[in-house]
């Protein structure tokens, strides 16, 4: 089985700003559109990397994921998708008036962080039925893994739409600081809630019923081929 969740993680991450007189033969908006750089995003992903927890109980792990209360929980893998958002901005301030120009750059990494991968603590290291366990959880940690750079497309993509390459113009830097937060809380979140919904599906295939069967038989049969020690 696999929990995901989500958080995210703000870093408004400004550089000094390149402050300059606009003279008396040319506008504010000239000065912008010449010396402003480009709008720049970067979606990154983290190596995925997880934690192993072999103490936990099957009623531990039921507790965890209680959405099939009928099935013995084995095993588990949670996770929560991380999004680290770096926001820098190109900008320009007006002196006389304190109004400022900017095309962002915004560096967006994506990580699930913490993974913990749980095998129930009845399934002892080593047995027959801890392999069996063991081989679907991981599974889930290679969906995991493989759709990382599918999200982080998926989102740079999105994000360059939303910005373009467009000059935007606020009447002070506290102003621009507001509205690049506002994006990315109202904007970037849904995007990275839509990928955790996909990922979910992916995971969901994992534990279809027929899967759910061949463990079960499997675990069976190591039953009968290891019995437990009188």
Excluded: W
């Amino acid at each position: 089985m696999a929990k995901p969740a989500f958080r995210a993680v703000l870093l408004l991450l400004v550089v000094p700003l390149v402050f300059a007189g606009c003279d008396h033969f040319r506008s504010f908006e000239s000065v912008c559109a010449e010396r402003v750089g480009p709008t720049r995003i970067d979606v990154e992903t983290m190596p995925v990397r997880y934690e192993t927890d072999l103490m936990r109980s099957y009623a531990d792990l039921a507790a965890k994921d209680p959405g099939q209360p009928d099935l013995l929980t084995l095993g588990l893998v949670a996770a929560d998708m991380k999004a680290t958002v770096e926001y820098t901005a190109n900008g320009i301030v007006q002196r006389r008036t304190g109004r400022y120009c900017m095309r962002p750059s915004v560096r967006v990494r994506l990580a699930y962080d913490p993974m913990t991968l749980y095998v129930a603590r009845e399934q002892p290291e080593g047995s027959c039925e801890f392999k069996l366990t063991m081989e679907h959880e991981l599974k889930h940690v290679r969906t995991f893994r493989e759709f990382l750079p599918d999200a982080a497309a998926q989102i740079g993509q999105a994000l360059r739409a939303e910005f373009g390459n467009r000059i935007e113009y606020f009447q002070s830097e506290a102003e621009a600081n507001r509205h690049v937060e506002g994006i990315t809380r109202s904007f970037l979140g849904p995007y990275v809630s839509e990928s955790l919904a996909e990922v979910k599906q992916l995971q969901a295939r994992i534990d279809a019923p027929e899967e759910y069967a061949r463990i079960q038989l499997a675990q069976e049969a190591c039953r009968r081929d290891d019995p437990p020690a009188q």
